[in-house]
């Protein structure tokens, strides 16, 4: 099995900063893609940004230009640099990866338990 674990949400005014960290442990060979989505109440869960491997990245058009993705490869583990936010930045942030399990030979997707975030004065 492979697990994600979110961590670094919480309470934040209005043009404030947070950061959030998901690392991946368990039976991994390799990650793939590493993604953060968030859902805000009431909405269907959207993609936030995405990066590769090799460190391409590709950001929601709502986010572009204060959200920062990032990763570290030797530690498993994906951030969101998150500035500026906003009031609709609220939502429950999802870390997602796509992982080749060793024990199972395959690749799959994993997701995390999500960490709530809320901007708000």
């Known amino acids: 099995q492979v697990q994600l674990k979110e961590s670094g949400g919480g309470l934040v005014q209005p043009g404030g900063s947070l950061r959030l960290s998901c690392a991946a442990s368990?039976?991994?060979?390799?990650?793939?893609?590493m993604v953060w989505y968030r859902q805000a109440p009431g909405a269907e869960r959207e993609l936030v940004a995405r990066?590769?491997?090799?460190?391409?990245?590709n950001y929601a058009d709502p986010v572009k230009g204060r959200f920062t993705i990032s990763r570290d490869n030797t530690k498993n583990t994906v951030y969101l640099q998150m500035n500026s936010l906003k009031p609709e930045d609220t939502a429950v942030y999802y870390c997602?990866?796509?992982?080749?399990?060793?024990?199972?030979?395959?690749?799959?997707?994993?997701w995390g338990q999500g960490t709530q975030v809320t901007a708000s004065s």
């Open positions: 997602n990866a796509d992982v080749y399990d060793y024990v199972a030979g395959a690749r799959n997707d994993y």
């Open positions: 990066i590769s491997r090799d460190g391409r990245t």
């Open positions: 368990g039976r991994i060979f390799s990650i793939y893609d």
